[in-house]
Structures are given as structure tokens and as C-alpha cells.
T-cell receptor, first 118, second 119 residues
């Protein structure tokens, strides 16, 4: 069974500094996808970044980058130049299988609460 | 802009009553939608996978007779919490998959969620 682990319940970072949020996963599938979502206090889930298991390059989306280390089964999120608005809960998630049908369900980690300090 | 909407955004109901939550995909067709629930300060837990025109697939431990899912069209899935009890109070979120413009990449979009409080 697939599993997502986020070992940091909470993190502090100074504004304008970079922060890394850890995520490790476990799956027996060769094809899978890894996601990071941001959930502010309003509750909405905001998609940040996606990494496919066959992607050779680490995904980047603006200030977000994903440090994908396949052999170690880790997919850490790096946020550069932190902003006060980055304060939120961050969830790592994994999907097994390719796009299409019921295989697209996501399994979520327990989340990391990030607080950006001025 | 939002690609998935939910209604209502919050609801308070009395114990024993039923509550229906709607999830709509905007501007695209969703053959599959997912329903999650999230207790305070906890992660999202998948409840069921809703497939258009067929029965939903429930995760282990989720009572299908209590959480009725109907996916009657390609843009609408509904979750009905029947005979609600205080322990059903939670944040319910639906989601669906849409392919991004960039080839080989796609996202799972989430609705804004429905906060259910059962008194």
C-alpha cells in the first residue's frame, strides 16, 4: 500500500529566506505522481507543483521547486524567498498510476504547518 | 479562476437530518470526482471515488449507506450525509482531475470545501 510521510508537523522560517518541507513516500508502483498542495486557513486546497515518477528533471513553479530523489523516495518542497502569505498548511500527496479513472485518487501526508516570520 | 465549485460552503444541521453537498466542475467535464473529509488539524482522507453514470467506489471504513454519492452528469457530483450525527461534523472537499496545458502534466483541482456542523 502506498504511504506518504511528512515528519515536520510545524516549521518556522524568516521572511525572504528559503525553506524545505520534507516528504517521503512508499509505493511498489513504477508509475506515480507526487503533488504538493497549500491549504491556508480558509480551507481551500491550492495546487503548487507536480512531479511525475518518470520526469528526469525536478519540477519548478515560480518560487516552488521539488527536490525529487527517486532512489531515496523523497519529494521535498523548496520555497524560495518566503513571503508572509506563504504561512499555511502544506500537504504532500501521491497518486499511483497514469492519468485516467479511479487510479487518480490522491493519498495525503499529515501536513506541515509553515509559519513565516517577519 | 476556480475550476471546481462546491455548495454550500458551510452548513449547520440538526442531528438526524440529511445534508446534500454539491460539487461542480466548471468549464470541463469530469468523469471522475473524489470526495475527501478533513477533521480539524488533520489530513485529507479519501472517502469515495465518484464515477459518472455508475456506482461510487468507497474506501474501506466508509459507510456507503450513510454517505450517498450521486454522479448524474459530467459536471455534477453530490454527497448526501444521511441521518447526520455530531461526529460527522467535518470539512468535506471534492476534487477532480484536469489536464494542464503543458503536455505530460496535470493537476487535481479541489473545490473550496464545505464545512458541516451537526448539532
Amino acid at each position: 500500500a502506498q504511504k506518504i510521510t511528512q515528519t515536520q508537523p510545524g516549521m518556522f522560517v524568516q521572511e525572504k529566506e528559503a525553506v524545505t518541507l520534507d516528504c517521503t513516500y512508499d509505493t511498489s508502483d513504477q508509475s506515480y505522481g507526487l503533488f504538493w498542495y497549500k491549504q491556508p486557513s480558509s480551507g481551500e486546497m491550492i495546487f503548487l507543483i507536480y512531479q511525475g515518477s518518470y520526469d528526469e528533471q525536478n519540477a519548478t513553479e515560480g518560487r516552488y521547486s521539488l527536490n525529487f530523489q527517486k532512489a531515496r523516495k523523497s519529494a521535498n518542497l523548496v520555497i524560495s524567498a518566503s513571503q508572509l502569505g506563504d504561512s499555511a498548511m502544506y500537504f504532500c500527496a501521491m497518486r499511483e498510476g497514469r492519468y485516467g479513472g479511479a487510479t487518480n485518487k490522491l493519498i495525503f501526508g499529515t501536513g506541515t504547518l509553515l509559519a513565516v516570520q517577519p | 479562476g476556480a475550476v471546481v465549485s462546491q455548495h454550500p460552503s458551510w452548513v449547520i444541521c440538526k442531528s438526524g437530518t440529511s445534508v446534500k453537498i454539491e460539487c461542480r466542475s466548471l468549464d470541463f467535464q469530469a468523469t471522475t470526482m473524489f470526495w475527501y473529509r478533513q477533521f480539524p488539524k488533520q489530513s485529507l482522507m479519501l472517502m469515495a471515488t465518484s464515477n459518472e453514470g455508475s456506482k461510487a467506489t468507497y474506501e474501506q471504513g466508509v459507510e456507503k449507506d450513510k454517505f450517498l454519492i450521486n454522479h448524474a452528469s459530467l459536471t455534477l457530483s453530490t454527497l448526501t450525509v444521511t441521518s447526520a450525527h455530531p461526529e460527522d461534523s467535518s470539512f468535506y472537499i471534492c476534487s477532480t482531475v484536469a489536464e494542464r496545458l503543458r503536455a505530460g502534466s496535470y493537476e487535481q483541482y479541489f473545490g473550496p470545501g464545505t464545512r458541516l456542523t451537526v448539532t
